[in-house]
């Protein structure tokens, strides 16, 4: 089975994502496609990173994801593709991968090359979809591109470690208005060994991060559904923090978003004391 997995920020009102499977299967009609989001915000590299990286490691080995976020092709912004994680991916050089690559180098890595190969009026996501089915039929990266050894970073809204504290940025909201930040756990426990800690945004504190969001009942005096609209802070599965409100729902009980005023590129702060 070939898997080629979709994240764009295309939106579903236009025809692009039914384009773009189209092609997929006019040059792989045995592929499976699987759509991850096409509700990125435009040009948005930190949502993308996140999503991508969120999502990933639901799919075997093998799986091919093309990343259509940000992708024209110019003296910046080069076009990759990367094996990382038994798994392959190709989007822009502009910084989406570098959440992956923080935690596992890659395997391979290259600059796409077969633009000159394609008839003159091919598009940038052409070049994606040729180089998306040649991997998921078993193709060798180094016949679509030119080894290389690094790529850029997201510059913008890096968590950082100080002296007692971890500065870190919503980079997400996601449908039920909670806010992702970019605090990993693995830097939360590096950072935090085992010291008191409170989490600070927007005038606003919480002092434990749950295992789970049902752990906020801390009495059987009352019913878990007394605990609604409550803040609350948790690692996602994805491993970073998180801060959401209680049975959100941004039509009803309110969300993080709307309640708390957390936004993309809000300021989180987990400040340790010895």
Known sequence: MSIITLTTDYGLKDHFVGALKGKLLSEFSEVDIIDISHNIDAFN????SYIIGAAYSSFPKGTVHLIGVDIELNS???????????????CADNGILSMLIQKIVPQKLVAITIHDRLPNDATDLDAFVKVACHLAKGGLLNVIG???KAIKEVTELQAVVQENQIKGYVIYNDHLGNAVTNISKKMFLEMGKARPYEIQFKNKTIKTILA??????????????????E?????????????????????????????LGLSYRDAVTIEFRN
């Open 76 to 90: 910046e912004n080069q076009h990759i593709a990367m094996q990382w994680n038994d798994q392959y991916f190709i």
């Open 231 to 259: 803040k609350l802070a948790i690692f996602n599965e994805a491993g970073f923090l998180e801060i959401a409100i209680f049975r959100s729902n941004p039509d009803t009980v309110g969300s993080a978003s709307s309640l």
């Open 45 to 48: 590299v930190a949502e993308a």
């Open 146 to 148: 030119k080894e290389i």
């Open 212 to 229: 789970k969001y049902s752990d906020i009942r801390i009495s059987s005096n009352y019913p878990i559904k007394y605990y609604e609209g």
